[in-house]
């Protein structure tokens, strides 16, 4: 047992506090407050620690809405208040940047948050595993047996019930508001439409817009009446084909490997505005090489994984400018990040 104040919150949503020179990670702590933690695990140059109690409260301490807060893997930050939750992510982004990506300026804007903190998840995972149905436990194997999840929607909830009461056999279950299509589709609908909304602003209308991880056309078909041509990459074929059967005259989608096409479709536009929207890995280096070798007049790159963001960064911003940066609140009570950063080409 010892006491720690803490001092940071890290990525994935742990505290950081330190003892004799030791960093100690303990989860449900809030920066300021002085905690009683019980040493879990102790490594080289950190130890983790479990949360015993805490001895002076943040005032920016709040009541978990959720019964399984604690024990579910799902959620890191109910217990803070909206309001610091948002302050937290928009420095851990502006801290990833510097530390990370490098950068001695980051232009940072308000972060975007969700208008609901809470029931904004249009769809959830759930597991079954011998009449258990829920989610995994924090740090565990364990599954949870969950009855409610007050980060998804009415309706979501609703189907949770519904599987509830039926025998379901073992497996993993997508409870969605929408029928499920098999390709990556937006969580929270509300700050969807504002990363839209923001991206839109920021582009340059006229020329090409080359919508790189397109999935099905999220950002292509809400943009493509600012651009006389459109080109999507995606590798889901299923997503592809969605977008594709939705297309208007000045817009095509290739279905591939971004790294494989990218450096091609960029020569074949030009006046470019490029967007990319990577998985959590970031881009490669092919990438990376198409776009200093073409060098599209602006990139959009949206992440959801600062550290490959900033790594990327990094690697571009000798060429480009880094314009905005501008984070979102996808995730509420999770330590989940989205990032939108603009770049322009440097004359
Ligand atoms: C974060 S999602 C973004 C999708 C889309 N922009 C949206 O907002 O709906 C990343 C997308 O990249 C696709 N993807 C992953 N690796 C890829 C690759 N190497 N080449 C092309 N697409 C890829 C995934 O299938 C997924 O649709």
Do not use: W
Not at 144 to 155: N, T
Not at 163 to 185: I, N, V
Not at 199 to 224: E, I, K, N
Not at 243 to 251: K, V
């Amino acid at each position: 047992m010892m006491q720690l104040t803490i001092h940071d919150i890290a990525f994935g949503g742990k505290g950081v506090g330190r003892s004799d020179g030791l960093v100690v990670f303990v989860p449900f702590v809030i920066p300021g407050e002085t905690v009683n933690v019980d040493l879990k695990r102790k490594k080289k140059n950190y130890a983790e620690a479990n949360l015993v109690s805490v001895e002076t409260a943040s005032p920016d301490r709040a009541i978990p809405q959720c019964p399984y807060f604690g024990r579910c893997g799902g959620c890191a930050y109910q217990h803070i208040e909206y309001p610091a939750q948002l302050a937290i992510k928009a420095g851990q982004v502006e801290q990833t940047l510097r530390r990370v990506g490098k950068q001695t300026e980051v232009p940072m804007r308000p972060i975007i948050p969700s208008s609901k903190p809470y029931g904004y998840r249009n769809r959830i995972r759930v597991h079954v595993i011998e009449g258990v149905i829920g989610f995994y436990a924090l740090d565990s194997n364990n599954l949870l047996d969950i009855e409610q999840c007050p980060i998804a929607s009415g309706e979501v909830n609703e189907r949770l019930a519904g599987l509830r009461a039926r025998r379901m056999p073992d497996g993993d279950y997508t409870l969605s508001e929408q029928r499920k299509k098999g390709f990556f589709e937006q969580t929270n609908n509300d700050v969807a439409q504002k990363m839209l909304d923001l991206v839109g602003t920021l582009l340059t209308p006229g020329g090409s817009l080359v919508d790189a991880y397109c999935g099905a056309g999220f950002f292509a078909q809400h943009l493509r009446e600012r651009f006389d041509q459109v080109v999507g990459i995606e590798e889901n074929e299923y997503a592809v084909t969605h977008a594709q059967s939705h297309a208007a005259p000045n817009e095509r989608y290739l279905a591939g490997d971004v790294g494989e096409h990218l450096a091609r479709v960029l020569t074949e536009t030009g006046e470019t505005s490029l967007i990319l929207d990577p998985p959590a890995a970031g881009v490669t280096e092919s990438v990376i090489q198409a776009i200093l070798d073409s060098r599209p007049r602006e990139v959009i790159y949206v992440s959801c994984n600062p550290g490959t963001l900033a790594r990327d960064l990094a690697r571009l911003t000798p060429v480009y400018r880094l314009e905005s940066v501008t984070p979102l609140d996808m995730f509420p009570q999770t330590a989940e990040i989205e990032v939108a950063t603009h770049l322009i080409l440097r004359d």
